[in-house]
């Protein structure tokens, strides 16, 4: 799978192990930034993240920054996006099953680097169970429906 990866200053560590996880498990892995630890502002890496996740350039996203909340409402300013904040597996696992999120988000003050490889194992690993779901979904994108 293509996917692309991005953090701010307070999720530089993080991003780089989970950078290296995916690419040791056979993902193209596009790193977005910040290559070092100066204080970045995460709208931007989140905008970026969205950008190529939306124009298909990548599959997947995963959006880090200290608590994960800012870069995950970053991403989802973009609406070709669905960004999931997870903390552990089983919402990561629902927020594909159920959301057809796109796009991951994580706090690396608050997610363990287990903790979150065990989350992007969970997400990449479930599909979108479509039926029910698939109107709702079709909602956040489409609000007039």
Same mark, same amino acid.
């Given at each position: 799978?293509?996917?692309?990866?991005?953090?701010?200053?307070?999720?530089?560590?993080?991003?780089?192990?989970?950078?290296?996880?995916?690419?040791?498990?056979?993902?193209?892995?596009?790193?977005?930034?910040?290559?070092?630890?100066?204080?970045?502002?995460?709208?931007?890496?989140?905008?970026?993240?969205?950008?190529?996740?939306?124009?298909?350039? $990548?599959?997947?996203?995963?959006?880090?920054? @200290?608590?994960?909340?800012?870069?995950? *409402?970053?991403?989802?300013? %973009? !609406? &070709?996006?669905?960004?999931?904040?997870?903390?552990?597996?089983?919402?990561?696992?629902?927020?594909?099953?159920?959301?057809?999120?796109?796009?991951?988000?994580?706090?690396?003050?608050?997610?363990?680097?287990?903790?979150?490889?065990?989350?992007?194992? $969970?997400?990449?690993?479930?599909?979108?169970? @479509?039926?029910?779901?698939?109107?709702? *979904?079709?909602?956040?994108? %489409? !609000? &007039?429906?």
């Amino acid at each position: 799978m293509r996917i692309a990866i991005a953090s701010d200053h307070a999720a530089i560590d993080l991003k780089a192990a989970l950078r290296e996880y995916l690419i040791g498990l056979g993902h193209e892995v596009a790193d977005l930034g910040p290559e070092t630890a100066d204080r970045v502002d995460y709208p931007d890496y989140g905008y970026k993240l969205a950008a190529v996740v939306a124009d298909g350039t $990548a599959q997947f996203g995963v959006a880090l920054c @200290g608590s994960g909340i800012g870069i995950s *409402v970053a991403v989802n300013r %973009n !609406p &070709a996006c669905r960004c999931a904040l997870v903390s552990e597996p089983l919402s990561a696992a629902l927020a594909r099953e159920h959301n057809d999120a796109n796009c991951i988000a994580m706090g690396a003050r608050l997610t363990g680097e287990d903790m979150a490889k065990a989350c992007l194992d $969970a997400f990449l690993s479930t599909d979108f169970g @479509g039926g029910r779901h698939a109107g709702r *979904v079709e909602k956040l994108s %489409n !609000p &007039a429906l």
